[in-house]
């Protein structure tokens, strides 16, 4: 009995024990879940707050910029107040960040914080030492230089599994909330690294700057002026590209390019965040454009990796893209950003000869020896180089030819210190002076002379130079400094062959894309990016500079310590018998890698192959005179004559097709067969001669389904039908029409000729139709001018074949803008979706320049006998020709300067530009097609006359057809070759 209840008690006490751990375990369990709740509540609230912190920035930075852009609407020359007097002196501009698909910045709009710093000082002479005075006074830095030239693994391009390993899928999974990831970062823009706070959600992009970092508070508020991002925010479906990049040699950062053609770069605190990052935002890898998938891992490969599975080295050996196209790619996978002017694209000096009144593309002597870098060009120099390494007795620091580089942010602003923000950016560096005018970019010749003489200055050339005319001219007035008397910053002087800025860079770039560059442009690669870039080859080439401007040169995977790990920026040297790391060394460590420039990523470790031979490519191509000018004629059954031509003929449509429509809006879909390019082409046969480009419309021809072609609706009597009336979209499918009486346009099937959708937004009739170039799938964008003296921005659903993006909702599409400006009815409109840009033209003048968001730019004022504009186009390289009433023509640069003028006695129908800007085709009623040369209304070459006038033009996709629609009904399709004349004409200036 006693045992038992011993045995009993025992049993009660350890299982009453046992709750009672349990009930201290689940306490310990509940309070522990309450702290982690506060804190991740804590957490939340504090995101929270930093989130509605940076829309309140946002909203603010959104109203200031809505604000002047009304004041703008309401105020300008062309506004609802302007004065027609009002002075242009007080305009001041600037180089936008809008991007072209060749990644140039050409676009220049109204700067809101513009000045001629009439504050800003001259430098005395004794400010100023050689740059070899200011390497020799740095200290020297106890040092091991970390090279990795290790073959790189082939990137995998098989497949498309890009899924995130299960780890971090679970990791992401359990990310709850409005935030996917959220992490210290740096915004990286031009001359600004700010701190701050990078947020992913599962939509969006948030930035917002630490404003109360000592650092940020130190930036000259005129410079943050100029700063975009720094409470951003950008949407995924904005995103079009992501490229892994460097800071500080560090492979720590991430390029963001946007559908706007902007690009935002940050910096992170390792390269784990980046991939982190990177499997946050879409799928977008580095975009459509070199034939890479559009996956995450494209995005985290390395430039080697890019460069190898890219197919723009092959299709640049086949000529399909230009030298300039090429050498862009290759900067631009190489790391090289607009966002870093340490890491500022570079390209080549090709030219030698800055001296002569003429010159003579076709003489090698005046092409600069691209085998060699800079550096080496002279004899003299290059022995002086070859001594110094040669001679080498610093055993702290390993050998080199240059103490400076080709590339640094000191040069790039001493290019572009005429325009801002670079004129800002240039007086902030330099503690707000300027420099002397010997001392300064400010002669082509001498910048030439003097990269061939000093012994510190290696500088090649910018982007800039091959399609940038502003940065040559001084046009905002800004002042060299104020002493006795005012010094103003004069305009480069160019040299004695080029009379304008606009000579000068046409013809330097032709002297890239000439058949000198062409041969040779390979071995300059092998120099910056190739296989003489490092190593016993660069050695052999002249071409070692110091080492901090190598990648790998400074390790941060070395540092184990997690405490110094903590520091951001924890650049170190790692010394045997040292080891140093204050924040004084990591300033000093970075202001070294700034002062000696970065040399970019290496992208091959073997030599460039060269560029196939033109004249290979291409056999007697000038010598063919077996082609007659006329192919066809093609006589329609209506005689109404042909208004609109729109020649979409490119193979991978589904229809190729030459669409016509008359003036009794009768249209027909003509198929496109592309015998011209296949004369003289292997296995061309006699049979394939008998066939006609174009195939007349079935349904026209047979008079079968006339109906189906017809457009019945009723337009407004006023309206006089030409070429502007109408838009047919890329794929040959819809049809736009404007003019009816209700103040619509509308969208006509091509295959049913069914009305598919009616838009209104005008409040008068529409007189005029313009569509943009396409995206990829279809997307474009269609601009409507009207009588009510407005034009509408609209955008075209390549997918949904509508205006607008939702094709079952029942309320009308809003337009993107409304650009307004104009006084009279508007009567032509062009409009580039490469440029961002709109012109337009009113009945009775002027013509103005809008940006595709709807901010009026300029007007572009011609002449005094240049009133009433009639005809507008403009192509993708930024000529834009006027033609205005009675015979009289126009060439304006994107940016309003009138560049060449001429008159003919023709009553002008019908203008178009060749796709690369150079050419201007030309017919009008006394039926003769004249080709003439942009640049300067040079005729090149006439047709023989027709027998009818001509009313509409368009070229097929390969530039080498032209089509003509004409008075008598008919079309005439006409043999073109731009190619001939422009070798003709190129060779001497």
Known sequence: MKDHIVRVANEAEFILNRQRAEDVHKHAEFESQCAQYAADRREEEKMCDHLISAAKHRDHVTANQLKQKILNILTNKHGAWGAVSHSQLHDFWRLDYWEDDLRRRRRFVRNAFGSTHCDALLKAAVEYGTEEDVVKSKKTFRSQAVVNQNAETELMLEGDDDAVSLLQEKEIDNLAGPVV????????????????????????????VDEEEPAFKKIDPK??????????????????????????????????FMANRTSVMFNFPDQATVKKVVYSLPRVGVGTSYGLP???????????????????????????????????FLNTIAGRTYNDLNQYPVFPWVLTNYESEELDLTLPGNFRDLSKPIGALNPKRAVFYAERYETWE??????????????????????????????????????GKFDHPDRTFSS????WRNSQRDTSDVKELIPEFYYLPEMFVNSNGYNLGVREDEVVVNDVELPPWAKKPEDFVRINRMALESEFVSCQLHQWIDLIFGYKQRGPEAVRALNVFHYLTYEGSVNLDSITDPVLREIPEAYFIRDPHTFLLTEDFIKAMEAQIQNFGQTPSQLLIEPHPPRSSAMHLSPLMFKDQMQQDVIMV??????????????????????????????????AVNRWHNTVGLRGAPGYSLDQAHHLPIEMDPLIANNSGVNKRQITDLVDQSIQINAHCFVVTADNR???????????????????????????????????????????????????????????????????????????????PAPRAVLTGHDHEVVCVSVCAELGLVISGAKEGPCLVHTITGDLLRALEG??????????????????????????????????????????????????????????VTGGDNGVVEVWQACDFKQLYIYPGCDAGIRAMDLSHDQRTLITGMASGSIVAFNIDFNRWHYEHQNRY
Not at 231 to 241: D, L, P, T, V
């Open 181 to 208: 990831l959220s992490t210290p970062a740096q915004l990286i823009a031009p001359v600004v690294v700010a701190k701050g706070t990078l947020s992913i959600t599962t939509t969006e992009i948030y930035f917002e």
């Open 223 to 256: 410079v943050l002026a100029y700063t975009e991002g720094l409470h951003g925010k950008w949407m995924f479906s904005e995103i079009r590209a992501v490229f892994s990049r460097r800071y500080l040699l560090q492979n720590t950062a991430l390029e963001v």
């Open 863 to 920: 002449t005094e006998n240049c009133l009433y504009p009639r005809l507008i186009s403009v192509s993708s390289e930024g000529h834009c020709i006027i033609y205005y009433e009675r015979g009289r023509f126009s060439n304006f640069s994107i940016n309003g300067k009138l560049l060449a003028q001429m008159e003919i006695n023709d009553s002008t129908r019908a203008i178009l530009l060749s796709s690369d800007g150079q050419n201007l």
């Open 444 to 447: 082509v010749a001498r910048s």
């Open 634 to 667: 093609l006589k329609f059954p209506s005689n109404s004559p042909v208004t609109h031509v729109a020649a979409n003929t490119l193979p991978h449509l589904t229809i190729p097709a030459v669409v016509t429509v008359t003036c009794s809006r009768l249209f």
């Open 734 to 812: 819809y049809i736009l029409i404007c003019g009816f009486w209700d103040k619509s346009f509308r969208v006509y099937s091509t295959e049913t000729g069914k009305l598919t959708q009616i838009v209104f937004g005008h409040w008068d009739v529409v007189t005029c139709l313009a569509r943009s170039e396409s995206y990829i799938g279809g997307d474009c964008y269609i601009v409507s001018g009207s009588r009510d003296a407005t034009l509408l921005l609209w955008y075209w659903s390549g997918r949904h074949h509508i205006i607008g993006d939702n094709p079952n909702s029942s309320d009308y």
């Open 394 to 431: 610093d055993e702290q620091t390993p050998p080199y030819h240059y103490n400076t580089h080709y590339s640094t942010s000191t040069s790039t602003l001493s290019w572009l210190v005429r325009i801002e923000p670079f004129t800002t950016f240039f007086l902030n560096a330099n503690d």
């Open 294 to 328: 559009q996956a995450r891992r494209i995005s985290l490969a390395t430039p080697r990796q890019l460069y190898k599975s890219s197919n723009m080295t092959q299709r640049w050996q086949r000529r399909e893209i230009s030298n300039f196209e090429y050498l862009m």
